[in-house]
């Protein structure tokens, strides 16, 4: 039997464990997708408590203490921080199987020194042990442990940007802090505050914006904007991918009435929302930027909670109605436009995996690796079978060895571990391959691969120059 969470954890084949240990484990980290608030990284925030850090803005942690029965007042009230870990503990053990249990171990041990498995018995100790610890942290000391050498962080386009601009600023940190472009209010028309937004937007802007040329307008001024303080990366999230004939008549139609408070149309709404997709992917064309797309999505289901506590907090699922055959129009109406740009492609429903590395094999070239990207699994799909599932694919019918890896999709500066997670779990797969004969035992090649997919591979894919 195998000791929980021991050095070789997850790793089962000789080949697993050198790969992971003599070359993934020393590799550094480029999260280039998270949601981390970059003022805290500016003002190199210090955390009050254990529970501030690890369960404050975790909806994942949420939803697992919903499904245990905490109340929702030890879940997302302000109540007394040691009552809420003391609820975490509760449930913890009930998670068997669930990457949610890992990765919380993995973090007591890797910052805390804390190997015994957390429960409610234990919860106290634990929780002085993590604040007598944590005193001796902030977030940028949390990021150098881990080697952490760039993130990306989520940022709306009226964003000034100012906490990036500050990170920049200051010469005594050495990791990059980039933003990363989010349009989706000036996209998503359809939804609730669309009116009010491009208000805000031409605010920001300076001009009114009257129509769907304004909108795009608006877009690339703040594209070149953020570009200006060293963005590489926009990230699209829609709850289906969408793709209509791109109608200017239908898209200022659905203009008008959503500027008026209606819903519009959804013909009219798909027609906007794919115009002004392909105005801005011309754009990131143009300035060499990555193009994230996430989609399939049913996004704020529970309708009283999300009135009580807003989005993100846990009440969202996977989207069986994906629009993943949309995917392939969409792409090729960028082409056609002359502004197909590097893009990773995110499906929320697993479902989708095969699909989407097959059209990405469709829009390959430009002499770039990998141009078009099938993303590491994404929400529901990080646990160790998600994340198998979505490599196996791309190896069965793209190249795994172009892949640009993990990324922690996290609001907090503990997440890194998931980062060894992946790694873990990358070189466990092709562990068995090899010893499974299925690939040679050529550790040159291999060791290439898996820094490459750790590393190399999104470091030149987005332009980080590390």
Request: aromatic share 12%.
């Amino acid at each position: 039997m195998s000791k929980f969470m021991g050095k070789d954890f997850l790793l089962s084949t000789k080949t697993a464990r050198w790969l992971y240990h003599e070359v993934a484990e020393k590799m550094p980290i480029i999260d280039y997708h998270c949601h981390i608030n970059p003022q805290e990284i500016a003002e190199d925030r210090r955390f009050q408590n254990m529970t501030q850090v690890w369960l404050g803005g975790d909806h994942y942690k949420w939803r697992q203490m919903r499904f245990g029965g905490i109340s929702e007042e030890l879940i997302t009230q302000d109540t007394d921080p040691r009552e809420k870990f003391r609820a975490f503990a509760k449930i913890l053990p009930g998670l068997i199987g669930n990457p949610l249990y890992h990765w919380s171990h993995l973090e007591l041990r890797r910052v805390f020194g804390i190997k015994e498995p957390l429960c409610e018995e234990n919860a106290d100790a634990i929780y002085d042990q993590c604040n007598e610890v944590l005193a001796k942290y902030s977030a940028r000391k949390l990021m150098r442990m881990f080697d952490v050498k760039a993130v990306g962080t989520t940022d709306d386009p009226c964003d000034d940007l100012r906490w990036h601009k500050a990170i920049a600023a200051d010469k005594t940190m050495k990791i990059k802090v980039l933003p990363t472009f989010r349009p989706d209010k000036a996209i998503q028309i359809e939804k609730k505050g669309f009116a009010d937004y491009v208000k805000r937007l031409s605010d920001v802007c300076g001009f009114e914006i009257k129509n769907v040329n304004d909108v795009i307008d608006a877009l690339l001024f703040r594209i070149e904007y953020f570009a200006s303080v060293g963005c590489l990366c926009a990230d699209h999230g829609l709850d289906y991918c969408m793709y209509a004939k791109p109608e200017s008549s239908l898209a200022q139609e659905a203009f008008e009435m959503a500027m008026k408070g209606e819903c519009p149309k959804k013909e009219a709404a798909e027609a906007y929302k794919t115009l002004v997709t392909i105005a801005c992917a011309k754009k990131y064309k143009e300035l060499n930027w990555v193009m994230q797309i996430h989609f399939g999505c049913l996004r704020d289901n529970n309708s009283r909670q999300f009135a009580a506590l807003g989005a993100d907090s846990g009440y969202d699922a996977v989207n069986s109605q994906s629009g993943v055959e949309n995917v392939a129009p969409l792409l090729n109406a960028f082409a056609e436009n002359e502004g197909l740009p590097k893009i990773i492609l995110y499906s929320l429903n697993p479902n989708d995996n095969t699909a989407l590395v097959s059209i990405a094999g469709c829009f390959q070239g430009d002499g770039i690796a990998g141009r078009v990207q099938h993303g590491s699994g994404w929400w529901f799909n990080d646990n160790r079978n998600g994340m198998r599932a979505q490599m196996t694919e791309l190896a069965n019918n793209g190249m795994l060895g172009c892949f640009i890896g993990m990324l922690t999709d996290s609001r907090s500066f503990l997440s890194y571990t998931r980062h060894e997670y992946f790694r873990r779990i990358l070189c466990e797969l092709i562990g068995e391959w090899v010893e499974s004969g299925q690939y040679p035992d050529d550790e040159t090649q291999l060791r290439k691969i898996v820094e490459d997919i750790c590393f190399n591979n999104v470091n030149e894919f987005f332009g980080f120059h590390l």
